[in-house]
């Protein structure tokens, strides 16, 4: 049986993958929408943001468009 430790590791989720695709929608003009996200994870900016909520915070910026 899996135990939480037997995580997958493509389940863990880096803050430079967060950081890259934050840059790339700022560089697209969602800059401000960029901001807010992170606002709404009580954060000002990504070094801010809890690693536990970088999987949650990386969907939410994918969806940006």
């Known amino acids: 049986p899996k135990t939480a430790k037997d995580k997958e590791p493509e389940d863990v989720i880096t803050i430079e993958q967060v950081r890259a695709v934050l840059a ?3 560089q697209a003009g969602f800059t401000a929408q960029v901001k807010a996200l992170l606002e709404s994870f009580d954060a000002n900016k990504l070094s801010a943001v809890k690693p536990e ?5 990386m969907a939410a910026a994918q969806d940006i468009k």
Not at 53 to 57: A, I, T
């Open 24 to 26: 790339e929608k700022s």
């Open 53 to 57: 909520n970088y999987k949650d915070l």
